[in-house]
T-cell receptor, first 111, second 115 residues
């Protein structure tokens, strides 16, 4: 069974801190790895998508990396802000051609 | 371009009833996928429709069904509702023509509460 694990489940940091969210997946086949943001009671906003042929993607203060050999991805957030507070989900698209989601990391950035 | 829209946004039903949720994809998108999100199980894939045909499905009982119309709008139906069906139901759209690796765009979801 394909599984995606996100660590930690929750994280609280002071404003301005750099932080890393972790995601690991068990399916060795991969089309892409995506990171999403979800605000309370809302849908998902796509942040970054890393194709299987890529090692990383950057958007503003966000950088996501992909290591297929170890089955891991990280999301790096630089200079965190209170507006970054949300749940961050990673999703793996592998051989089943269905997105498999982790349970998310709930991030709180304190002013 | 308008985003993915879902109706209704909130719904309260009682056990044993059935419910129909609607999703309108981004204009020009032909693929619609449905997901269920619960606190315990997280986000789980229900099924995907492309050009009015179910192209992929997850591991949900037959009480969960869907369909897609010629204008790409999709509906999801849950029959004989159970308390455990209380969840946020999300749909996502994509062009459906660029292979399985293309970005999906999510709607705001329909929150279903079963009493």
């Amino acid at each position: 069974k394909q599984e995606v694990t996100q660590i930690p489940a929750a994280l609280s940091v002071p404003e301005g801190e750099n932080l890393v969210l972790n995601c690991s997946f068990t399916d060795s086949a991969i089309y892409n790895l995506q990171w999403f943001r979800q605000d309370p009671g809302k849908g998902l906003t796509s942040l970054l998508l890393i194709q299987s042929s890529q090692r990383e993607q950057t958007s503003g203060r966000l950088n996501a990396s992909l290591d297929k050999s170890s089955g891991r991805s990280t999301l790096y957030i630089a200079a965190s802000q209170p507006g970054d507070s949300a749940t961050y989900l990673c999703a793996h698209l592998g051989g089943s051609e269905k997105l498999v989601f982790g349970k998310g990391t709930k991030l709180t950035v304190n002013p | 371009k308008a985003g993915v829209t879902q109706t209704p946004r909130y719904l309260i039903k009682t056990r044993g009833q059935q419910v129909t949720l609607s999703c309108s994809p981004i204009s020009g998108h032909r693929s619609v996928s449905w997901y269920q999100q619960t606190p315990g199980q997280g986000l789980q894939f229900l099924f995907e429709y492309f050009s009015e045909t179910q192209r992929n499905k997850g591991n949900f009982p037959g009480r969960f069904s869907g369909r897609q119309f010629s204008n790409s709008r999709s509906e999801m139906n849950v029959s004989t509702l159970e308390l455990g069906d209380s969840a946020l139901y999300l749909c996502a759209s994509s062009s459906g023509t660029s292979g399985p690796g293309e970005t999906q765009y999510f709607g705001p979801g329909t929150r279903l509460l079963v009493l």
